[in-house]
């Protein structure tokens, strides 16, 4: 029906019988994508006809595709379409018209650039000439409005991020000479005093152009540019100034900026993410270690410390200047992650555990979480007997304090490296029965060990706080209780000889559950005797 409107309007254009309601009926069709290619002298009546909304128009010619031009007369139609488009603000429409049906990128260019029109509708309309149009548009495009210090100003001014955004991705076009590039970023340079805010972003827009092409720009503009985005304060894009000036350091050769007011800069910023290229190629190890530390990257600073002190032939000065790094900040690299930290201390530095462990003294639970992770690590490891006496003392005297459990495990996998009184001494002081009666069976006294273990399971079974109810004695003590009934079926199992306990002791002893038992299996013979008597 709506293709047999298009052939009525066609044919009867002159009569203007019924032409509003065709043009509306074809322009609904139009905007709802049923047609892909309507007549020139079609879509110019649709333009002209004041009854309907541009908004309506707009929707439908911007999906149309370029409609087929048989004369001259097609052509001055169009061109009066691109005319109403022009005039009736349908601005979308107009830059389809021209880029897509005539190839002219330039008028939806200089339309934008008038007044009346937003500086993001301009930019908007940039970014889709860098997706769409050939390299010749691109340039001529972007080379009209930069060359433009009012419209430039004005975009600075009202969207001053992303126009340096998609200028930036413009200087990074190869068909642009790097003296053509180098004049923009300098005029961009001089027209970004409109305000704070554009000057932070044509900064940011160097930190981008010198990421890609260091040799461009001149050593001035670049300086000028790292020292701008390291004074951001917090909150104006700051941590995205971070970025971009890491990502510069890293490509930007130190010679080609001002060393020194660089360096204080970012360290007074304290962009340590920027400041770890500009140590690397300094040759300073222990700064670019800090910088990693301080700008919380522990894995990546462990990393590199591995990296550098694990290959055979790495200088001794160099290890020396890595080890330093770490006793200044061991406290923070063992919080960060203790197992890494005992890992590359026992394998790249074992003459050195002693100076971590009084490094460590004034912070204990960091000292606790070093000792542990290193007893821990050389278990697994399968070296043992290679790590310090005093390690392993450290972490007998800590682990009541930080971790009760660990100590039995502590002094079962390194028999050897303790003191048998002293850690007696302290599970005694911080009452720990499992590794007090470990130790007691160890100096001999297996009756002792035996008679600890019992009494702590009788404590345990004993506590309404964890038995609960005498109806749930049975399940709960059973459960709770095998860890002690199992420490004390080793002890037996290890002793030489049984030891002798005595009905009255066990009476004296007897806990409730104990009772239940007894009282059942009495019940239980008695009834068995019974019956044998009657029978």
Partial sequence: MLG??????HSKFDQEWEVAAYLSAIAVAISGGHFKMVPVRILAAICREENLEPDLIQAGLVQLSSPPRGDSHDEQ????VVALCQSRGMTQAHAHVCTSWLGDWLAPTRLLMSGGHNGSELVAYMVHVLDCARKEAVASVFEVVLSSSEVLQGLLSQSPQPVCEILAAYFSERFLTPERVADHVAHLVALSSVSTAAMAEVNALIAMVSSKAPSILSSSTMTRAVLGLAKLPPGSGAE????????????????????EAVLSALVEAEAHDALQPVWVRGGEPGNVLRSMLLGGEPSRALAYIELLCSSADCPRHLKQA??????DEVAQLVSMSPRTMARLVYELFPEDNLKVLNMLAEAPEAQFLYVAAMTQYQSESGRLGTIRRETVTRALELAPQYAPEMMLKILEEFPDDYDLRTALSLAQLHQVPSAEAYLLERCGDDRGSLRLLLHAMDLRLADPEITGDLTDLALDSGEIAV?????VLQVCNRADTAVPVSYTHLRAHETPEHLVCRLLLEKKKKNTQHIVIET
């Fill in 77 to 80: 139609l169009l061109q009066e």
């Fill in 322 to 327: 890595v080890l330093d790094a770490i006793l």
């Fill in 4 to 9: 047999f409107a298009v052939h009525e309007l």
């Fill in 240 to 259: 995205r100034a971070r970025g971009l000036l890491a990502q510069m350091m890293q490509a930007v050769p130190s010679e080609q900026l001002d060393a």
């Fill in 483 to 487: 860890a002690e009934v199992e420490a």
